[in-house]
T-cell receptor
């Protein structure tokens, strides 16, 4: 049981490039989330999904896109990367039942130069 | 919009002393309040949570209190140890709602030996 797996762990992008952060979970969780964490700051919700085929914007969605074609996978797409997107990105999932505890992935550190 | 304020941003205590971190939330519909601990370079992990129908919850050296009227909740760590040094995040959510979490900005706790 791997939990929530994110790839890559580190990535450096040039301004204007695009990339996809991958996230997969093996807990059969309905809910999945993408957060970004800037240095010294809290976690800001980018997008979330309540099930396959359903996604919704969080607090800071601009510059990002997501898709949820399966229960397991929730990739985050960055189009036209900007320095402001330099951050640590965390994917998380939850069952959507009861206390709905968030389980986080290990994080992906992205630098845009 | 929904907001969670967290204080202090940094906290230094002597080993064995107590530490208190406070959070205030804005959405009166919030009814679930988890606390996450994030060690340096690691993912956030749940340490304790409380629902709005409970005023206090304790787990060994950690306790959380909730004041629904004032819309604030606090984390109490007693007999602090060096391994308690980390960043702590509070969050507010709505059970059986959208399951969106709003996080505080974090408190960096340093326990001095």
């Amino acid at each position: 049981n791997a939990g929530v797996t994110q790839t890559p762990k580190f990535r450096i992008l040039k301004i204007g490039q695009s990339m996809t952060l991958q996230c997969t979970q093996d807990m059969n969780h309905n809910y999945m989330y993408w957060y970004r964490q800037d240095p010294g700051m809290g976690l800001k919700l980018i997008y979330y999904s309540v099930g396959a085929g359903i996604t919704d914007k969080g607090e800071v969605p601009n510059g990002y896109n997501v898709s949820r074609s399966t229960t397991e996978d929730f990739p985050l797409r960055l189009e036209l990367a900007a320095p402001s997107q330099t951050s640590v990105y965390f994917c998380a999932s939850s069952s959507g039942v009861g206390a709905n505890v968030l389980t986080f992935g290990a994080g992906s550190r992205l630098t845009v130069l | 919009g929904e907001n969670v304020e967290q204080h202090p941003s940094t906290l230094s205590v002597q080993e064995g002393d107590s530490a208190v971190i406070k959070c205030t939330y804005s959405d009166s519909a919030s009814n679930y309040f988890p606390w996450y601990k994030q060690e340096l370079g690691k993912r956030p992990q749940l340490i304790i949570d409380i629902r709005s129908n409970v005023g206090e919850k304790k787990d060994q050296r950690i306790a959380v209190t909730l004041n629904k009227t004032a819309k604030h909740f606090s984390l109490h760590i007693t007999e602090t140890q060096p391994e308690d040094s980390a960043v702590y995040f509070c969050a507010a959510s709505i059970i059986a709602g959208t399951y969106k979490y709003i996080f505080g900005t974090g408190t960096r706790l340093k326990v001095l030996a």
